[in-house]
C-alpha cells in the first residue's frame, strides 16, 4: 500500500490518506533526494549486507550497512552521496578505497574518495549508524518507525518509509532508480523473547547471551523501500502453491495470539495467487518466497515481506472501497499489497512521480482478482465503484527528480484507465497477454511512464498515447454531449486533450469515434442509445 494521497471518507469519520500539496516549493535538498545527481550517476549499488538493532525502551536503533557497488563510468576524486536523514547519524564511515574525508549534511552523508575509478570495477562502503528515527503518527502515510505493544502487552516494532524513503533508518543510495541487482542480506538482532522477520528467506537464527540474531535473505533485486524488519512475538506456520514456476513457498509470520485467525485468513493467498499468476504470469520472487506478517499499521507491499494490518476481516478495515458489496467478499490488504509484488517490486518507477505504475496496476489487480475469483460481473461492478473514490484534483503524474508523486487519483483513476484502454483493446486475451508481457519483458527492472506507454501500444497495436495523456496528465474526464432523433446520433467530446482517441463501443456492437467536433451516425435502432458504463467517460445528453 503506496502512502495513498487520495481522501476517502467513509459514515465512520475514517480519512484514508492525505492531500496532495497543489503548491509545494522544491528545494535543493528535494533534488539531491530525487534526482540521480553527480554524486550518484558514477555509481550502481549491487547488494546491501545490513544489520538493524533496536532499542524498544529508547525507541532508538543501530546498525550498519556495507553497500557493494560498481563504477559506471571513469571518474577522478568523485564525491559519494549516501542518505541517512536526520536526526540519524553516521558514527563511522569506511571503505576498501580511499578516503579524503567525510561529513554528514543534513540528511545525507558525503564521502569524498582520494582515487581515480575506472568503469566496472567494484568497491565498497561500509557505514555505522545510530539514534532515535523518525517516529511516525499514522504509519503508513506519513512514514517512519513504529514502536508500540500488542494485545498482551509485548514490544512489537516496524517501520514504513515507502513515502518518506528507507533513509529515514537506513543508509542507503535512496533513490528508486537504483537497487540492489543482488539482493541484501539483514541481520534483526533481538532480545531473545521476540522475533526478528526480514525479507526473503531466513538463513540463521544465533543467540547470544540476551540477544538472538536472525539473518535474511533476499536474492533479488528489492527496492529500498521494501528493506523492513519486524520484531515481535511471533510464531510462524508455512504452506505452498503449486505456481507456474513450480512450488512456491509459503511463510506466515504472525503473533502469536492471532495463530488461528491467520490460518483461516491467509487461506485467501492462494486463490489470489492462482488470479494474479492468469493475470500477470508467475509470481516474480520464487527464490525468496511468498510471505505474510503481522503489521503493527495497516499494510505495505515490502518485497517477500507484505505487511499485514487489516485486523482479519474482509475489505478494508472491514469497508468496502467500491460502495458496492463486492469488497467484502475478500481481503483488501491480502489482495492488494499482494497484488504489488507484480507492480511496484517487479517493475519498479524509476522517479516517485511514476508511481502511478505501482497503485494504477495494482488497484486494476482488485477487479482482475473479482473477475477470476468471482465473475466478469462483478469484477465491472467493482471497476465502476471504486470511481466514487476520484478527486480529479491535480494530475496523477507527479513532479520528476524532487521525490514528488502525484494525486491520490493514481489508484482508483489510474484503474479506470486501465479498464478503458480494455475496452478499447476489445480482446480480454490479448489485453492478458500484455498484462503477462509487462511482468516479462520488463522483469526485475526500474522503468518510466513512456516505456510502458510506448510497449502497451506497440503490443496492442493501437496508439494509446493520447488516452494516457488524458488520464494521467490532465484532470478533466472526456465528457461525450450527445442527442439523438430516433436512429439518429449526433454526438461530441469535450474536456478532452487535443487529438484524443478514445472511441467508444455503443449499443452493444456499434463503434464511434467522437472528436471534438459534432458528428452524426445512424443507429441499427430507434431505441434509446445504451452506453458502456465500463469507459471513464461522462455522458451528458444536450438538446
Keep these: 500500500m503506496k502512502k495513498l494521497t487520495y481522501t476517502l471518507l467513509f459514515a465512520s469519520g475514517l480519512v484514508f490518506g492525505q492531500l496532495f500539496e497543489k503548491d509545494k516549493v522544491f528545494t535543493k535538498q528535494d533534488t539531491l533526494k530525487g534526482s540521480d545527481t553527480q554524486f550518484r550517476n558514477f555509481w550502481d549499488v549491487k547488494k546491501y549486507d545490513l544489520s538493524v538493532e533496536p532499542d524498544f525502551a529508547q525507541k532508538s536503533i543501530k546498525g550498519y550497512n556495507k553497500i557493494s557497488f560498481e563504477i559506471t563510468k571513469d571518474i577522478t576524486d568523485p564525491v559519494f552521496q549516501i542518505d541517512l536523514q536526520k536526526p540519524m547519524k553516521a558514527d563511522k564511515v569506511e571503505a576498501n578505497f580511499k578516503i579524503a574525508s567525510y561529513k554528514q549534511d543534513g540528511d545525507f552523508i558525503f564521502v569524498k574518495a582520494k582515487k581515480k575509478f575506472k568503469k566496472g570495477e567494484k568497491y565498497t562502503i561500509d557505514v555505522i549508524y545510530s539514534g532515535k528515527p523518525t517516529i511516525a503518527k499514522n504509519a503508513p502515510w506519513d512514514g517512519g518507525w513504529v514502536f508500540t505493544k500488542d494485545e498482551k502487552g509485548n514490544p512489537w516494532m516496524s517501520v514504513a518509509d515507502e513515502g518518506i524513503g528507507a533513509s529515514i533508518w537506513l543508509p542507503t543510495k535512496d533513490i528508486w532508480s537504483d537497487e540492489p541487482e543482488n539482493g541484501i542480506v539483514m541481520k534483526i538482532i533481538t532480545p531473545n523473547d521476540l522475533v526478528g522477520v526480514g525479507n526473503g528467506r531466513l538463513t540463521s537464527k544465533k543467540t547470544e547471551g540476551s540477544k538472538t540474531a536472525y539473518t535474511w535473505e533476499v536474492k533479488n533485486p528489492i527496492n529500498a523501500y521494501s528493506i523492513i524488519p519486524n520484531i515481535g512475538k511471533y510464531v510462524n506456520f508455512k504452506d505452498t502453491f503449486d505456481g ?66 487489516n485486523d482479519y476481516q474482509n475489505g478494508y478495515r472491514g469497508k468496502d472501497l467500491s460502495g458496492t458489496g463486492v469488497g467484502l467478499t475478500w481481503d483488501y490488504i491480502i489482495i492488494h499489497e499482494s497484488g504489488h509484488e507484480w507492480f511496484a517490486n517487479n517493475i519498479t518507477a524509476k522517479d ?47 513532479k ?144
Design 244 to 309: 507456474e514456476k513450480g512450488k512456491l513457498d509459503l511463510d506466515y509470520w504472525v503473533l502469536d495470539y492471532n495463530l488461528e485467525k491467520a490460518k483461516k485468513q491467509f487461506q485467501q493467498v492462494k486463490p489470489m495467487l492462482s488470479a494474479f499468476e492468469y493475470w500477470f504470469g508467475p509470481y516474480p520472487f520464487y527464490e525468496d518466497s511468498y510471505k505474510l506478517v503481522d503489521s503493527p499499521y495497516l499494510g505495505m507491499e515490502h518485497q517477500s515481506n507484505v505487511a499485514y494490518g
Design 352 to 398: 516517485q512521480a511514476d508511481m502511478w505504475i505501482h497503485e494504477s496496476f495494482t488497484t486494476y489487480s482488485e477487479v482482475l482478482f473479482v473477475e477470476k475469483y468471482m465473475d466478469k460481473k462483478s469484477a465491472d461492478l467493482y471497476a465502476v465503484g471504486i470511481r466514487n473514490n476520484i478527486d480529479n484534483d491535480v494530475p496523477i503524474i507527479g
Design 400 to 543: 520528476y527528480g524532487v521525490r514528488n508523486e502525484g494525486s491520490g487519483d493514481m489508484y482508483p483513476k489510474g484503474a479506470s484507465m486501465l479498464h478503458t484502454i480494455r475496452q478499447v483493446i476489445n480482446n480480454d486475451e490479448k489485453f492478458r497477454q500484455i498484462l503477462r508481457g509487462l511482468g516479462k519483458d520488463f522483469y526485475h527492472q526500474t522503468v518510466t511512464t513512456k516505456q510502458i506507454e510506448d510497449y502497451m501500444s506497440s503490443k496492442s497495436g493501437i496508439d494509446l498515447s493520447s488516452i494516457f495523456n488524458q488520464y494521467l496528465r490532465i484532470v478533466k474526464i472526456p465528457n461525450l454531449e450527445y442527442s439523438q432523433n430516433g436512429d439518429s446520433l449526433k454526438f461530441r467530446y469535450t474536456d478532452v486533450v487535443k487529438g484524443l482517441k478514445l472511441p467508444i463501443i455503443i449499443n452493444g456492437d456499434q463503434t464511434i469515434n467522437p472528436t471534438e467536433s459534432w458528428q452524426t451516425v445512424k443507429l441499427k435502432k430507434a431505441k434509446p442509445v445504451e452506453f458502456n458504463k465500463n469507459y471513464y467517460i461522462h455522458y451528458n445528453q444536450v438538446q
